[in-house]
């Protein structure tokens, strides 16, 4: 499905998300930002992990900025929003999605910051305890739910079933949400999900699911998979604005690296798992900051899938603030 349909259709959610949501346009006194008010479409998912440590730890507040967050199911149901300035910075973002409606001209991308990284079993490929698909080779004509179709799940799953010696077009992709997905493989209505944290954990342990593929594994870990993201728009407008958000969630997710408590303490605020549940997940990569390296080689995949019909230069995607 192109983004247009997939915006089009997210618009209702959009609506009710950012409904009572300022646009903080309120100038910072002292700061020394245009304005101090940044307000933040966040998805429950371990990719913002860095938004919350630094929420909690004041991380923000040091840098004068007063942060809103505003919960979503889909970042994509935030692309409207931000890009009529409702929403300032989109946390989560799937870097597939937002690549795709920056090639296409809805929207003029900017990544403040990096979000998560591939790493084994942070994504995971299961199946029912008692179904006969053993190996990677076992899932020729087999259906495999996905979150999104044509996105960071099939894309990753192909690279790595190209890997083993299988052809992945003979795989059957079906659209399941990532919530809806132990039902999905509990009712045999799909016979492998495709799923990441904190999902991955759940069904394992709600229905005894085995793992067949390493979703996070190679040849795909360290790939950028979601990120902070916002508009041309707003970085020239509000430089400094989006400079101080970089720095506190940079610094954060240099945390959230090096300390994983630091990410257990938070996701029962947001994420829906409890403290017990938070200990067992497979965290992704938290890198430091968006890097071109890595973003090329995402978007060599994405080309050599169909994904893009042509090749993006990604350092003219990634925000770097003037010198202080």
Known sequence: MKVRRRVAAATALLLAAVAGCDSGTSTGSDSGLEKDTVVVAALPLLDVAALHIAMARRMFQAEGLTVK?????????ALPALQNGQVDVIAGANYVTFLQAHAQGTLKLKIIADGAAQAPRF???????????????????????VNILNNIQSLTLNEILTAEGVD??????????????????AGGDVDAVHTGEPFGTVIERRLKARMVVDGGGPPVTGLPVSGYVSSAEFVTKYPRTAAAFQRAIEKAQALAAADRSAVERVLPSYAKVDEQT???????????APDAARMRRLIGLMVKQGLLKADIDPAGLIFTPAAR
């Open 168 to 185: 992945p077009s003979t795989v059957k992709y079906r659209a399941v949400p990532f919530p809806l997905m132990d039902k999905a493989l």
């Open 278 to 288: 938070a200990t067992a997940l497979t965290l992704p990569g938290y890198p430091a």
């Open 69 to 77: 967050v505003q919960p979503v199911a889909q970042s994509l149901a």
């Open 123 to 145: 994504m995971r490929l299961l199946v029912a305890p008692d179904s006969p698909i053993r190996t990677p080779a076992d899932l020729a004509g087999r259906t495999v739910a």
